[in-house]
């Protein structure tokens, strides 16, 4: 009994020991808030004041000092996120993450990303204040790793810290640049139907390319494998970082404002994970102020503002991504065929380097239009050789420019000059001002085929016939200065034609886009809050049409009362997604058994690559419309041509069987908070014994897929819709009232976890609140974390 008593002790000790060595480690840990640290490199004093929800507001006599500080902040709150994100274009994930990121690493390696900013770099003018500025922001971030505390991921996984250089500034570029293309999920997909199926599959779907359109309008006053599909997608799957998706924005005019000024909203789209993607920093020199949201290792803000204009962006969807099958020499697979013979490939030779193992060497073969994707995908199962052609590897590189010249504009004709700069990816870039400016211009370098070309399916690489014709002007991009509607605005939408065209994409169907236009349009007295909560609006204008069309096609014979009640909730349904909603469950389940039993029989093993895309969301209202389509027959049945309302039935039936085994008999208790979450996940949180440590949620939440409020979801077999992605931050600057303007963002404005701003914005963001953007200087000089950078003597 006394050794218990005393084996009893002894465990409570160590169990207090750990306690107190967790609570001193934790303390020892977060980030520096206050003091005084001197850094290399400085010329004058900085003062970095440190607001209540963690956001830096950095006073420095110069922008050189200003931006080594912001490296050196945001580096104490993201180095791990910064760690990832550089890894990911450079294929280098596997070094950590060990073999199951082989493949991610593949793909990303041989994309050319590395090599196109190697060529950039080259060419860069290294006296030009860009340069001068990224340069000293990575010395900021340097200059932390070499004297700041290592964040505990890098112990966890057993990481050793590198110091940063430009390539890596340029290959978080090329990353988000693919991130936002869509042409590698959806081209290879229909050019199997083309093939496989036929022309009639193939010319319904791309039917519903031109109809339901909400044109943002251009004025100017001053058995299918989908084994391509696939084999992107499930590299996305297990990134551990987000993917950049969609977004929405809106400036409104001063003639459509209370106060007589412009307001300004904006939230980008973009694949939830912990830490958040943006990192909010204000810079304040004697000649320099922005308040700005910034990618990891971008030293200038994609969004931001101060108090004369802001700006911010949505992903334009243009196309920019295509696909060339090149005929190889029979004789002699290292070489390809141009219109006046065969030509040798261009081989690189790629090392990845994998934790635990040894290395993994490949070789890629390069044509004229680029990478052979089969040498990079592996099981890729076409015998083609395909080549992908992209922009942004194809042209020259000015994404730096950009950024630095939208950041710095003093005027609408500046800003303009620096969005007319970017060639890939796609943006529509927002813009409004102090003096009752608005604009919106879709920026990218945009270009022709021959006019009969389709573009979205694979392309003849040896006639010569399918190549680009002709590049444009930027004056010809969609654009839109001062409009006389008096609001100009972007939901990932189809733009208005260019020389009587529409311009090629992957847009998003025009569910927010409507919805946007609908609340703008017949109000004139906008006011700050009123687009604060038109921001969290939850409401789809065409999911009810698309749910009364499911109605009207349902045999109504012989059904239950508890299936007339269904019925009933999804005839009344306004298509509101709110948590005590029951149409939305119903909905949704409906949508996913109306498409697999319309599409999965024809597709076959494609069908999990169609699903869940923005093109089957743009085929889905025209379908459920269409009263005879080829799709409608179940080829799998014999002797046997089903028509609309069997499969209609049909599905509604399964929907119903489904609903009532997930949620029980009583259809009034099909909510939709039982069915929809939202978790934001850390790459260490995917160890389950870390994941309450690292993660932030879940949370039940609101909102759905395409309404203001987006919160996309898969829609698959399990009837349970885990948010995977949505407002990356919501923003709000009204010119009547600059220095109180608002914005969120979904967990807090560190990625350290040991400090009390990891999560600190997580409920408010839930809830529809916001927190204020502080500009006030008499209010910052007031905020008492103070961390006083100083220059270290040499």
Known sequence: MKFLKKLLKIVVVILVLVVIGAWLYSKTYHPKYDGEIKLKNLSEKVTVYFDDIGVPHINAQNQQDAYTALGYVHAQDRLWQMELIRRIAGG??????????????????????????????????????????????????????????????????????EK??????????????????IAHKTDPLLTEVKEKLGTAYFNELIGAES????????????????????????????????????????????????????????????G????????????????????????????????????????????????????????????????????????????????????????????????????VMNGIIDHLDDKRSIAMQWIYTKLDNQILDVAYEISHAKNLSEFKKGASKLHA?????????????????????LYKYRDSLYTKTY?????????????????????????????????NNQPDSIDGKLYPGYYLNEDRAKRIVELLEPKNDWTKEDVAKMTYDVTSPNAPIIASDFVKSINKKDLSVSEKQAISFLKDWKGNFEKQEVGPVIYNRMVYEFQKNTFADEMGKAYNQFT???????????????????????????????????????????????????????????????????????????????????????????????????????????????????????????????????????????????SAHYKDQAKKYLNGEFVKMKLDNKE?????????????KD
């Open 92 to 161: 280098r994930l596997s070094e950590i993450f060990g073999e199951k990121l082989i493949r991610t690493d593949k793909l990303f390696s041989g994309l050319g990303i590395e090599e196109a900013s190697e060529k950039t770099i080259k060419n860069l003018d290294k006296n030009s204040p860009k340069y001068k500025m990224t340069m000293a922001y990575l010395d900021g971030i340097n200059q932390y790793i070499e004297e700041g505390k290592t964040p505990i991921e890098f112990t966890l996984v057993g990481v050793e810290k």
């Open 164 to 181: 940063y250089t430009i390539k890596d500034v340029y290959n978080v570029f090329g990353y988000m640049a693919f991130s936002f293309a």
């Open 211 to 270: 109809e339901n359109l909400t044109l943002i309008k251009n004025e100017k006053n001053t058995e299918l494998t989908g084994g391509f599909a696939k084999a992107m997608n499930d590299l996305y799957d297990i990134l551990p970082l987000s993917p950049f998706i969609g977004s929405n924005s809106w400036v409104i005019g001063a003639d459509k404002t209370k106060n007589g000024k412009v307001i300004f909203a904006n939230d980008p789209h973009i």
């Open 272 to 371: 939830f994970s912990q830490p958040s993607v943006w990192y909010q920093a204000h810079l304040k020199t004697p000649d320099f102020e922005m308040y700005g949201f910034h990618l990891a290792l971008v030293p200038f803000p994609l969004l931001g503002h101060n108090r004369d204009y802001a700006y911010g962006l949505t992903m334009f969807e243009n196309d920019d991504v295509d696909f060339y099958v090149e005929e190889e020499n029979p004789n002699n697979k290292n070489q390809y065929k141009l219109e006046n013979g065969f030509v040798d490939y261009k081989l690189i030779e790629k090392h990845i380097k994998i934790k635990g193992r040894k290395d993994s060497i490949y070789t890629i073969k390069v044509s004229r239009h680029g990478p």
């Open 425 to 445: 990816p796609g943006l529509n870039m927002m813009y409004g001002d102090a003096k009752n400016n608005i604009a919106w211009f879709a920026s990218g370098k």
């Open 459 to 491: 392309l003849n690489g040896a006639s010569g016939k399918d190549e680009i014709v002709e590049y444009l002007d930027f004056e010809e991009n969609p654009q839109a200065i001062n409009p006389n509607r008096d609001y100009v605005y972007s939901a």
């Open 612 to 754: 869940n895309t923005p093109f089957i969301e743009k085929v889905l209202p025209v379908q459920a419309k269409r009263e005879k389509s080829i799709w409608w027959d179940n080829v799998t049945t014999k002797d046997k041509i089903e028509n609309k309302e069997e499969i209609v039935t049909k599905s509604f039936k399964n929907a119903f069987a489904f609903l009532q085994n997930q949620l029980g008999e009583n259809v009034k208790n099909w909510t939709w908070d039982r069915v929809i979450t939202v978790e934001y996940k850390h790459a260490v949180g995917e160890v389950a014994v870390l994941r309450k440590f690292f993660n932030v949620g879940p949370f039940v939440t609101t909102g759905g897929d395409q309404v203001i409020n987006n919160q996309i979801y898969d829609i698959d077999s399990t009837g349970v819709y885990k948010v995977k992605a949505g407002p990356s931050t919501r923003r709000i600057i009204d010119f009547s009232d600059v220095e109180n303007s608002l914005a969120i963002i979904p967990t807090g404005q560190s990625g350290n976890v040991f």
């Open 780 to 792: 910052i000089l007031k905020i008492k974390n103070q961390l006083i950078l100083i220059k270290e």
